[in-house]
């Protein structure tokens, strides 16, 4: 079954923000969130990113999609270890089930796992539910290059290969190309989508050190005490950006596109849709890149969350 993902320098938008208020510190509307959604759809975009942990963002994504009918929607969901209590039993059915119903479908175009706790445990299951119909494609989020290997060999005892892996990768967050991950996707003809490719905001030019995030958010807790140095680097980007006649948003997905990864672009203002449909069009010089790579690397700033970890 085809995934809907044909173009290899695609952009797959987020909502993790829409379904977390808290974490993200932004209270949205669904009309707001809705006018977001439309143009993004009108600008041609209809690879969307949820789960059933982002909260609420499942039915707001559903909700949306059944206001604009289009056939061709790709939607990526995720079963989550660390969750997989909450469904005893057949964990990984029951939790899909859940997230099927919150997204009025009966079926899922890509269903990651989404960590590698228990991979080989719940792979199987995951695997029989693709033969089944409900899943499209299996994908693996923040695994290791051997995590990847080891998952082939369980899928092919299905007759399944992995479509993809979701991990962490940014400017300042490069350890799947280092460690190989990247181009052993390449050569398997796997796909890597990269998250938080913007560092949720932070790499945007957006936010400083007198604008800072809400304090009660989570991005706050992450970012706020390294703004200083963000403003920096910022500062640095901004002025290759300007050479694009850009902004320095559109300049890091576009940095994320010439590595062949299919950045996953968080999404809560129009103007993000500006952002990302400048990126599809710029690109970059090598020089650029390399300016790009150091500026980040002198900031001495590194951003592994607490699920993550540098793989080598």
Known sequence: MSSGIENKNCIMLGTWSWGDESFFGESLSSEELFSVFKKAVMSGFTLWD???VYGKSERI??????????????????????????????????????????????????????????????????????????????????????EIKNSEEILSEYGIRPYGV???????????????IIEYC???????????????????????????FADSSGRAKNYNKVLDRYEILNDRLQCIADGYNVSIAALSIAWAMSKGTIPI?????????????????????????????????????????????EYS
């Not at 991990?167 to 190989?180: D, P, T, V, Y």
């Not at 952002?275 to 980040?296: N, V």
């Open 186 to 212: 390449k050569e398997k003809n796997m796909k890597f989508f990269s998250y938080m490719v913007l560092e949720q905001g932070a790499l945007t030019g957006k936010y400083n050190s007198s604008r800072k």
């Open 61 to 146: 994504l559903s909700d949306f999609m059944k206001r604009i009918p289009e056939d061709t929607f790709t939607v990526s969901d995720k079963f989550t270890p660390y969750h997989a209590r909450e469904f005893p039993g057949d964990s990984v059915k029951l939790m899909m089930e859940e997230s099927l119903m919150n997204l009025g479908r009966d079926h899922i175009d890509i269903y990651w796992i989404h960590n590698p706790i228990d991979y080989k445990k719940w792979l199987p299951r995951m695997a029989e539910l693709l033969n089944e119909g409900y899943i499209s494609q299996i994908g693996l989020s923040n695994f290791g290059l051997e």
């Open 166 to 180: 979701q991990n962490h990768f940014s400017l300042l967050s490069r350890s799947s190309e280092k460690s190989g």
């Open 50 to 52: 949820t789960a059933y």
């Open 265 to 309: 672009i968080g999404v809560t203002k129009e103007s993000h849709i500006d952002d990302i449909r400048a990126a599809r069009d710029i690109s970059l010089s090598e020089e650029d890149i390399r300016k790009m790579e150091t500026a980040a690397d002198e900031s001495g700033l590194r951003t592994i969350r607490m699920w993550e970890r």
